[in-house]
């Protein structure tokens, strides 16, 4: 009985261990592939953006608007003149994406306004090479109508590579419809307002930092220099 009952201990010790590392290696799992990245619509990269263009008989025009308090930030992106039937993605605005660290699979999500049926959609396009290639246009269509910031919808099939090499580009595709952020991510969560607020907020933080120890090394090394 004494032999049958340090076995019955020894099993369910054995089982316990085996319980909590099974959770242990769920948990990290989870942390290692949960893999979030916001940005606001109007955060694109300036330079080879294109704000406005005329061709192809089609006058497009993208505009910052900061006329509704509920945006995030306070501004907003929205578009006139688009007519994909002439000119098909021909305003896109880059958006690289500060760091994958897990490749895969991705959701884009995007906190926006979808008033009307004609004005329900947006294009986007992936890179995984700084730019150099990208996906053929896909259209982002709300599949609903709202007049308040929702955060749909998601829009699935994005294939990110680990680093700093993947570039999110957004192109007009329906007038009036209004962006205010965007995110991407793997978790198959839904983005919230609070979350992105939160996110914003600690990699400004981090952006801070990094500025700051990088004007502390310029000054260190002018010291050194004397």
Not at 62 to 82: C, F, N, P, Q, R
Not at 115 to 121: E, N, R
């Given at each position: 009985m004494k032999l049958l009952s340090l076995w019955t201990y020894i099993m369910t010790i054995l089982l316990r261990l085996s319980l909590i590392?099974?959770?242990?290696?769920?948990?990290?799992?989870?942390?290692?592939?949960?893999?979030?990245?916001?940005?606001?619509?109007?955060?694109f990269e300036e330079k080879r953006?294109?704000?406005?263009?005329?061709?192809?008989?089609?006058?497009?025009?993208?505009?910052?608007?900061?006329?509704?308090?509920?945006?995030?930030?306070?501004?907003?992106?929205?578009?006139?003149?688009?007519?994909?039937?002439n000119c098909e993605a021909c305003a896109p605005l880059f958006y690289p994406i500060s760091n994958i660290r897990q490749a895969g699979l991705y959701k884009l999500w995007s906190r926006c306004i979808m008033?009307?049926?004609?004005?329900?959609?947006f294009f986007w396009r992936i890179s995984n090479d700084g730019g150099k290639a990208f996906t053929p246009p896909a259209a982002a269509?709300?599949?609903?109508?709202?007049?308040?910031?929702?955060?749909?919808?998601?829009?699935?099939g994005i294939q990110l590579k680990k680093g700093k090499a993947n570039i999110l580009l957004i192109a007009e595709r329906e007038n009036r419809t209004k962006l205010d952020?965007?995110?991407?991510?793997?978790?198959g969560k839904t983005p919230t307002d609070e979350e992105a607020a939160a996110w914003f907020k600690e990699n400004r933080r981090r952006v801070r930092s990094v500025e700051a120890q990088q004007k502390l090394t310029l000054i260190w090394g002018q010291i050194r220099q004397l």
């Open positions: 590392t099974l959770c242990i290696y769920v948990l990290s799992s989870w942390l290692v592939h949960a893999d979030v990245w916001f940005i606001e619509a109007e955060g953006s294109i704000l406005a263009t005329n061709q192809k008989g089609v006058n497009v025009q993208w505009s910052i608007k900061e006329d509704d308090k509920k945006a995030l930030g306070k501004k907003y992106l929205t578009v006139e003149g688009a007519n994909r039937n008033p009307t049926t004609a004005s329900d959609s269509h709300g599949g609903d109508l709202w007049e308040k910031w929702h955060w749909k919808r998601p829009w699935e952020a965007y995110c991407l991510r793997n978790d």
